[in-house]
């Protein structure tokens, strides 16, 4: 399994616990598919460099998990279709030369 980052955004106009429930939504998702979560960052309520679908902040979430690259795939296509996220990017992580 190889290791990945996302970081999204998500709207600033929701609920705390709307917020908590996209967050669920996505680590689900990872343990569902067969990945393992290291770690999910809630960042918070930042301000955007520019205005993304006119919202000048957004709630940012980064999340460490392992996986295949099935799962990341599948990651990126519910972040796709998902109103709440407003941008999003999955990077694979280097493996550590042990």
């Known amino acids: 399994m190889r290791s990945y ?11 705390a616990e709307q917020i908590e ?26 301000r955007l ?16 998990f392992r996986g295949t690259p099935a799962i ?3 990651l990126e296509r519910v972040f796709k279709i998902t109103d709440e996220v407003i941008r999003y990017l999955i990077a694979r992580l280097e493996e550590k030369a042990s």
């Open 5 to 15: 980052e996302a970081l999204y955004i998500i709207r600033p106009d929701l609920e």
């Open 21 to 46: 429930a996209v967050v669920n939504k996505f680590t689900n998702l990872v343990e569902k598919n067969g990945g393992e979560i290291i770690q999910v960052d809630k960042w918070g309520k930042k």
């Open 49 to 64: 460099a520019y205005e993304v679908r006119k919202y000048r902040e957004g709630y940012y979430v980064l999340m460490q």
């Open 72 to 74: 990341a795939q599948e």
